[in-house]
């Protein structure tokens, strides 16, 4: 069925055209034709999600698995405005949505009409691309023309010519955002107008879309400069930096070649999901505790890059953020097709193209010999030692719930972490390479942790589980509002009863307004919510409850299951503390 609207048809046409068939629809009136033109459309694969900020994280999840354009779908007035906070992740995290807003047509906007606002431009500057669809004329020209506020009507053309140029406008529109959010991994928005009727629909539609519209994405790769593949030679400590990337960035071929040379050091993240040994994984474990060494200067000098090439996306380290703006590279190149950050204020060069394509020409001119990768390593394996020790002997706390976690989440295990101290906790720790690892560092908010864990998992293949603090858990408890969460989904809802990062932050006071105002201190368990969401429930205290209850946890069930861990806030702070001192002690 099609909507009679010939823009809402164009809408649908130009997304089966381009392949883009993922539709999250929240309810409402104005986007009917859309909500009923894409559901009964066998091609398209719809999720019905009410609240619009959860749908909006949701849709984020399935863009970053299936790494194409996912469709959201609202009604008019203020709903699209909770979207903004996914939109903005998206936007700063390369994950390419569509936003598609249902409007009334521009003569009934604030006159007083209900449920209307201004729908243009409302994501500001967090977005690619804000436009609006023209309104169709040929569909209830009676109100157009009783409104007599909109100049669409045009005395010197008929109703048809203009129309022709309506429809002319919103393909060549549609064909180039939906285009950009593709190739560029960017939410785009489109604001549709739509005049009432809105529920009449026809089997075979009227509109028929010219020819042009296709995935066109060639001309975005660069030729690398050339400039560039004489670095090898030329010095002797590279660093390659990856921030957050989808697994399999770099193929093995390009691994091995970088891992034999000894110039080269490789530092990666959690959500890098790139490994090899000769990688170094746990960038604060290495260089947090150099900061509390008086030789500190000395030693950030010897580990300093001359040349920094950057991969991926953002960076979750402060610690790496600090030291190369402290002691920063001679060069900076950032490769990838999408944004270059100037993170390190050094200046950025953008080579525009894949990182598969950059190193096979770099790496051709392999190797002068250098010490660089050896100085690396001994800091390294030192680090590790002293790790190793300082967790066996160490009291219940966070640390200790990830030490656990880290050897007992099964390696065909998806894993989606909350921000802020889940993500830097899991920094420290080696958990299995199989274990591919997202986490919204885009704009890292709390607010939609769970949704995206949801959306990504009904995307992919492979079982999820999310590991959470508290707070971001009951920030998005719509996230479990809906029918898509299956019995293999898993949440670890490390409770420690607020916000325990800004106990680990500086500027830390252990007074009444801190713990009210900042830290938010409360009481809650999620053994309710559990319940009303179908949920099997544990909550344990201890290290051997946790222990025991994770041999059990990743079972098979029919039911999704949340593991909350309820831990000591300040015996965590301070751990955390203390193991960053033992290390830079060692
Ligand atoms: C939407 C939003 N509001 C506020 C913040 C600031 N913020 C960062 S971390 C955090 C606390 C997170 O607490 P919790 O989820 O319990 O994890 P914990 O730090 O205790 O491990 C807050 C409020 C944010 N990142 N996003």
Known sequence: MYPVIPSAQTVILTCLKLGITTVVISPGSRNAPLAIGFASNDAFKCYSIVDERSAGFFSLGIAQQIKKPVLLLCTSGSAILNYAPAIAEAFYSQIPLIVLSADRPKYKINIGDGQTIDQSKVFGNNIFSSDSLKQDITHNLKAITISNRQKILNSELEVNEIQIKIQKFNEDLLNKRFNESFVFRKPVHINIPLEEPLYDFIETPCVKLNNKVKFNNEKLIKKIDS????????????????????????????????????????????????????????????????????????????????????????????????????????????????????????????????????????????????NYHKAWNTLSKKRFLAHEKFIKKTNYSDLVIFHILSSRIPSKYQVHVANSSPVRYLQLFKFSKLNNTFCNRG????????????????????????????????????????????????????????????????????????????????????????????????????????????????KKSNRPKILEITTPSHLSSSTLKNYFKFLANS
């Open 443 to 554: 704009t890292s908010g709390i607010e939609g942790s769970t949704s995206t864990a949801v959306g990504a998992s009904v995307a992919n293949n492979t079982p999820t589980v999310l590991i959470t603090g508290d707070l971001s858990f009951f920030y998005d408890i719509n996230g479990l509002w809906n029918n898509y969460i299956s019995s293999d989904f898993r949440i670890i809802l490390i409770n420690n009863s607020g916000g325990g990062i800004f106990r680990i932050l500086p500027g830390f006071k252990d007074d009444e307004i801190f713990s009210k105002y900042i830290e938010t201190k409360h009481s809650l368990n999620a053994k309710q919510i559990a319940k009303t969401y179908g949920f099997k429930y544990q909550n344990k205290k201890t290290a051997f409850g946790v222990k025991f209850a994770l041999k059990t946890f990743f």
């Open 227 to 370: 400039n560039f593949e004489n670095i090898i030679e030329k010095y002797s400590k590279i660093m390659i930096l990856a921030g957050s990337c989808g697994p399999n960035y770099l193929d093995d071929k390009i691994i091995d070649k970088i891992k034999r040379n000894s110039n080269i050091v490789v530092l990666t993240e959690s959500t890098s999901n790139l490994h090899d040994d000769s990688f170094f994984e746990n960038i604060d474990q290495i260089i947090a505790p150099i900061e509390l060494l008086k030789s500190k200067n000395d030693l950030f000098s010897s580990l300093k890059p001359e040349i920094l090439i950057t991969i991926g996306g953002m960076i979750i380290s402060k610690k790496i953020k600090s030291f190369l703006r402290n002691f920063p590279p001679n060069i900076h190149l950032h490769v990838g097709i999408n944004d270059a950050n100037d993170t390190y204020f050094k200046g950025v060069k953008h080579v525009k193209t894949t990182p598969k394509i950059f190193f096979e020409k770099l790496l051709e001119k392999t190797n002068s010999a250098s």
